[in-house]
């Protein structure tokens, strides 16, 4: 027992140096992402703990304009067949409503031209997807904490989940992601609808996606149609916090 013990206790050590190098140098994170997702049971309480502590306030790295790649490379749901998305694509999105509800004082309905007209931030990112490619793009949304203030928070609102139109298992469920308050209120955290200098195309989350620099791209959740509130997801779709985390994927998935 006490072996077993110390081997666990070394594979921890082993981990956090790997969880701190990759939150320092950036673009080599990348090559360790693999191994995060297959050493995710063991490795999240405290690849979390150590990349929050050396994170902080951090922002991710914005670039000149002049580094926005040519086509930012979709993935995942690139085109949703769901029929709620269906019927509002068929309009330009003209009936779409961004719900904020939840564990909050005032529940809204935001039209995109609601969502147009309030303060908006543009920043250009680096997107990381798990798979190991990066696209940097040109972002232009609403700060989630502008949302979450109109809002409201409650008493015991600890996490923020975003539901999806697209059906990306095939199944009839829905993708999802959740983040916490710390990410939430992050100033590069943005609801956005402009890509490029244009409205966003289906491929990447018409007509609002979101912006989590300081995470995987699987954590950036497209299609978004609702943002709720929540004091814990262990009782939304398969309980462990999105779409790919509920597939063994870790759920703080910082870079
Ligand atoms: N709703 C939804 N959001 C999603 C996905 C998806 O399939 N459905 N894929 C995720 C993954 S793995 C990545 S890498 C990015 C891809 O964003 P992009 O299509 O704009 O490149 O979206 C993320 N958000
Ligand atoms: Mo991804």
């Not at 309480?45 to 790295?61: E, F, I, K, T, W």
């Not at 990381?128 to 989630?144: A, H, R």
């Not at 409201?152 to 308050?181: K, N, Q, T, W």
């Amino acid at each position: 027992m006490a072996e077993v013990l110390v081997a666990r206790r070394r594979l921890l050590r082993g981990l956090a140096a790997g969880a701190g190098a990759a939150v320092l140098s950036g673009c080599d994170a990348l090559s360790r992402k693999p191994r995060f997702v297959s050493a995710l049971a063991l490795a999240e309480p405290l690849s979390m703990r150590v990349q929050r502590a050396l994170s902080g306030d951090r922002l991710a790295a914005e670039f000149p304009e002049s580094m926005v790649s040519p086509l930012f490379r979709p993935n995942g749901s690139i085109d949703p067949r769901t029929p709620e998305y269906l019927a509002l694509k068929a309009q330009g999105f003209a009936g779409y409503r961004l719900r904020v509800d939840g564990l909050v004082r005032r529940p809204l309905e935001l039209s995109l031209e609601a969502l147009r007209a309030m303060p908006q931030r543009t920043q250009v990112t680096r997107h990381d997807c798990v798979e190991g490619w990066s696209v940097i793009g040109k972002w232009q949304g609403v700060p989630l904490a502008h949302l979450l203030d109109l809002a409201g928070l409650r008493p015991g609102a600890r996490y923020v989940v975003f539901h999806c139109f697209d059906d990306l298992a095939g199944d009839g469920s829905r993708y999802y992601e959740s983040i916490d308050l710390e990410d939430a209120y992050h100033p590069q955290t943005i609801a956005a609808h402009r890509l490029n200098d244009a409205p966003l195309p289906v491929a990447n989350g018409a007509p609002l996606r979101m912006r989590i620099e300081r995470k995987l791209g699987y954590k950036h959740a497209k299609y978004v149609h609702a943002i709720l509130v929540v004091d814990g997801y262990a009782g939304i779709h398969g309980g462990r916090g999105g779409f790919w985390e509920d597939r063994k994927y870790d759920w703080y998935a910082g870079i």
